[in-house]
């Protein structure tokens, strides 16, 4: 069989050294010949961020940061920026930092530097997302994918082993959803699975050893390479049904990420022997399921939703919401009735496997 395919690759410059964040962003700005800076960090990342920007002069610098990007929050950091005239946006932090970051790149065409501090993977998409009136919209633009990621795991090294774990498996979300999304092809598959095998072996150095900079490491290159898989794939069922999850319900984006996971996977893998062949290989084990779920006995990841605050009367409106959004082409067909099982599966934590004889 021959193979075709069509790929699109990001142009993007990444900058990967740890101990290393402060020069190389102030290269990059000394690069981009920015004048005016709006540096982007939450209060809890300020100490970071100092740290970080201590070779640049920025004119604004903006805390003002909310899960899910609110619009009213967007709109808010978009006057400023446009108030003080900003030509460069560096945005220091998580999947939130980014994600406002990316708001007003939307809508001025500013150019990002990201320095992430987490493994959410979102500094290496050209995805977008805000919410409104509790409705998550996402969007794809290349304006708002940032010119330049600068990764120092020395940065993660704040990040709990708790929020760790949940972010690591939010970036192998990212990995396992690509290989089956609307855009698969075999060059972010093979991505997606280099981006497995890291994640595999760097959170368990984590976990055992948080100040550990080899896992640090092996986990924000894992994360890095998952984002893009992602970027070039696109969203899958996975993503949908955590978009509906974070932006009508307000559950915690990694978390959700990272306890949905398996039950998406358990759910697709009979369907989709191909990929989870992949998958597998790259867990080094039988199975991709086996796999995924002996890295979350290791890290004791999050297993059940309701733990986040949802409930099994919620469970109707998510499954309106979400139906519609999930790709024609998932591997297996999705009913309201089969997600209305998954999505009670998530919820109480029930074991996965339950999921793939459905």
């Known amino acids: ?22 020069e190389n962003l102030a290269a990059e700005v000394e690069r981009l010949g920015a004048q005016k800076v709006m540096v982007i960090a939450s209060e809890f990342e300020a100490t970071i961020a100092d740290v970080v920007c201590a070779g640049i002069s920025p004119v604004l610098r903006w805390d003002q940061v909310v899960m899910h990007v609110p619009v009213e929050v967007a709109e808010k950091a978009r006057a400023a920026a446009a108030e003080h005239e900003i030509d460069l946006l560096v945005c220091v932090g998580g999947g939130s930092t980014t994600g406002l970051a990316k708001a007003v790149a939307l809508t001025s065409g500013i150019q990002i530097v990201a320095v992430p501090t987490t493994y959410a993977g979102s500094e290496a998409t050209n995805v977008w997302g805000l919410t409104d009136a509790a409705r998550k919209t996402t969007g794809v633009d290349d304006s708002v994918l940032p010119v330049s990621v600068v990764y120092d795991a020395g940065l993660t090294l704040s990040l709990p082993v708790e929020m760790s774990v949940a972010s690591g498996l939010n970036g192998m979300a990212h990995c396992i959803d690509s290989l089956w999304a609307p855009r698969a092809d ?32 092996q986990a924000l290159y894992g994360a890095y390479l998952s984002a893009v898989a992602f970027a070039s794939a696109g969203s899958g069922m996975h993503h949908k049904i955590c978009h509906v999850l974070g932006g009508t319900f307000n559950l915690p984006h990694a978390q959700t990420h ?70 024609a082409s998932n591997p297996r067909k999705v009913t309201a009735e089969n997600l209305t099982r998954l999505l009670i599966t998530a919820t109480v934590g029930e074991d996965p496997k339950t999921l793939t004889d459905l």
């Open 258 to 327: 990272a306890t949905v996971l398996s039950y998406v996977l358990a759910f697709n893998a009979p369907a989709a022997p191909e990929a989870a062949a992949r998958a597998a290989a790259a867990f080094g084990a039988e199975d991709a399921l086996t796999g995924l779920n002996r890295l979350r006995d290791i890290l004791d990841a999050p297993k059940a939703l309701a733990d986040y605050g949802f409930t099994e009367g919620n469970i109707p409106e998510a499954v309106r919401i979400a139906l519609p959004t999930i790709p």
């Open 1 to 22: 069989m021959s193979l075709v395919f069509e790929h699109v690759a990001l142009g993007q410059r990444v900058l990967f050294g740890t101990g290393k964040a402060a």
């Open 186 to 217: 075999p060059i972010n598959a093979a991505l997606a699975a280099e981006g497995i095998r890291a994640l595999n072996q760097g959170l368990p150095l984590i976990k055992a050893d948080p100040q550990d900079l080899q896992g640090r490491e």
